[in-house]
């Protein structure tokens, strides 16, 4: 079984920064692509920015320029630095990887921490 569990989320006045951690564990061959999402109440499920293996990113054009992606391999952990925060990126944030494991291939993903950015 493969888990992401993400955390770091919070409330936060408008133009203060937070960083989200999702790390993954379980039966991991590797990890392929990850990736963060973000929802907020009444709307559709949005990419926020991806990172593949080998670190090319890409991000939703509402966050270019504050967010930043990251990823340490050897942690299995993925993160994503978000400065200069507005009200409208108040969402749950979830985060995503495609992970080889013994049997295959998985879409995982974790449970979703929510953030809050006050006016």
């Known amino acids: 079984q493969v888990q992401l569990v993400e955390s770091g989320g919070g409330l936060v006045q408008a133009g203060g920064s937070l960083r989200l951690s999702c790390t993954a564990s379980?039966?991991?061959?590797?990890?392929?692509?990850m990736g963060w999402y973000r929802q907020a109440p009444g709307k559709q499920r949005d990419m926020v920015a991806t990172i593949t293996s080998g670190g090319t990113t890409n991000y939703a054009d509402s966050v270019k320029g504050r967010f930043t992606i990251s990823r340490d391999n050897a942690k299995k952990t993925l993160y994503l630095h978000m400065n200069s925060l507005k009200p409208e990126d108040t969402a749950v944030y979830y985060c995503n990887a495609g992970v080889s494991h013994s049997l295959g291939t998985l879409l995982v993903w974790g449970q979703g921490t929510q953030v809050s950015v006050s006016s």
């Open positions: 379980g039966n991991i061959v590797s990890i392929n692509a």
